[in-house]
């Protein structure tokens, strides 16, 4: 930010990479005018074992989280584009999705499993193409 305008900020990632637990994950981000019309430019790639987090990050005990979650994504444009119904301005090109999810644990109520959840984008829409859910 060169000061002043915080909507003059300006965050830009050209290449962020890591690997979680085996997991290799890249990303590219990049932000600005960040109050007025964001602008975004985003790439996300990559795959998480989510039953290896706790080799990484602490859990409470007894807690369980399982399942794979993948994403090949990218996003580019400004808000206005999208709030103004020009979705031919907003590029989004890609799938996030999650399979065989569960989230069980003392601070959750009831166990969470999400067998799939497939999220699909394109130019022309977002699509939940598949979508398999249950608690208890």
Not at 9 to 28: A, K, W, Y
Not at 57 to 85: C, F, K, N
Not at 117 to 131: K, V, W
Request: hydrophobic content about 40%; charged content about 20%.
């Amino acid at each position: 930010n060169p000061g002043g305008d915080a909507d003059l900020t300006t965050i830009h990632i050209p290449r962020f990479s890591l690997e979680l637990g085996g997991s290799p994950v890249d990303m590219r981000f990049s932000l600005r005018n960040p109050l007025s019309d964001p602008a975004i430019d985003l790439r996300l790639a990559g795959q998480l074992d989510l039953g290896k987090v706790g080799d990484f990050y602490p859990l409470d005990q007894g807690m369980v989280l399982q399942g794979m979650v993948s994403s090949s994504l990218e996003a580019r444009g400004r808000l206005s584009a999208i709030e103004t119904d020009r979705y031919e301005d907003f590029h989004a090109d890609g799938q996030f999705l999650i399979n065989g999810f569960r989230l069980q644990g003392d601070a959750f109520p009831q166990d969470v499993d999400i067998h799939t959840a497939d999220f699909r984008f394109s130019p022309q829409a977002m699509q939940l193409a598949a979508f398999d859910m249950a608690f208890g």
